[in-house]
């Protein structure tokens, strides 16, 4: 599977972004997919993950309520809609996908895309 990650780019604080990635290959291998983020000077960190069917979507505490996670199964595409965001959003987004539902933990996913750089400005 290969992931394709757009979408990034500089936002003002309190802006949204809405960032894709798209898999080409073995889409069989995308029932879960999900989005980290390695902010500067810190580890990766799980940002959302979702189904095949859509659910269960999983957050990061500090991106619940602003964040949102969806796909559409014809594309073989995730979106990460960032809404409100704060610069301690900035960081390189990654997405990254999996055959089986592994939640936030990061080894459960078996392809990982490029990533994608936010930067949000104060």
């Known amino acids: 599977v290969q992931l394709q990650a757009s979408g990034g780019g500089l936002v003002m604080s309190g802006g949204s972004l809405r960032l894709s990635c798209a898999a080409s290959?073995?889409?069989?291998?995308?029932?879960?997919m999900g989005w980290w983020r390695r902010r500067p000077g810190k580890e990766r960190e799980f940002v959302g993950a979702?189904?095949?069917?859509?659910?269960?979507?999983l957050y990061e505490d500090s991106v619940t309520g602003r964040f949102t996670v969806s796909r559409d199964n014809a594309k073989h595409t995730v979106y990460l809609q960032m809404n409100n965001l704060k610069v301690e959003d900035s960081a390189v987004y990654y997405c990254?996908?999996?055959?089986?539902?592994?939640?936030?933990?990061?080894?459960?996913?078996?392809?990982w895309g490029q990533g994608t750089q936010v930067t949000v400005s104060s």
């Open positions: 979702i189904t095949y069917s859509g659910g269960p979507w």
């Open positions: 290959g073995r889409t069989e291998d995308t029932y879960a």
């Open positions: 990254a996908c999996g055959s089986r539902w592994s939640g936030s933990y990061s080894g459960g996913y078996d392809y």
